[in-house]
């Protein structure tokens, strides 16, 4: 099992930057690529970006190609999130999770853990 816990939501104003955290536990960190997702109410959920467990190479949706940032510290089980230039339309629900084995990156049905979610709100 693996534990995911997300912080670093909250409300800004469109232009700020936010910087999401999601912590692990459990299984062996490194052995799981990390992926970032969001959800707005009435939409389905959408990738924003993920990681690889080895050598880091990053994907990104092309809505936040250039303002977001995701790394990760495998020291402490930890992987981010950088916002900058938030927009309104990039509120939603921001969810951290975790996949084993290799293959797509930007569909969550390949992903098998999930956090709680954390709350993103960008006034205009």
């Known amino acids: 099992q693996v534990q995911l816990v997300e912080s670093g939501g909250g409300l800004v104003q469109a232009g700020d930057s936010l910087r999401l955290s999601c912590a692990t536990s459990?299984?062996?960190?490194?052995?799981?690529?990390m992926g970032w997702f969001r959800q707005a109410p009435g939409k389905e959920r959408e990738f924003v970006a993920a990681?690889?467990?080895?050598?880091?190479?990053?994907y990104y949706a092309n809505s936040v190609k250039g303002r977001f940032t995701i790394s990760r510290d495998n020291a402490k089980n930890t992987v981010y999130l950088q916002m900058n230039s938030l927009k309104p339309e990039d509120s939603a629900v921001y969810y951290c999770?975790?996949?084993?084995?290799?293959?797509?990156?930007?569909?969550?049905?390949?992903?098998?853990?999930w956090g709680q979610g954390t709350q993103v709100t960008v006034s205009s």
């Open positions: 999770a975790a996949k084993y084995y290799s293959g797509t990156y930007d569909h969550s049905y390949a992903y098998d853990y």
């Open positions: 459990g299984r062996i960190f490194s052995s799981y690529a």
């Open positions: 990681i690889r467990r080895t050598d880091g190479n990053a």
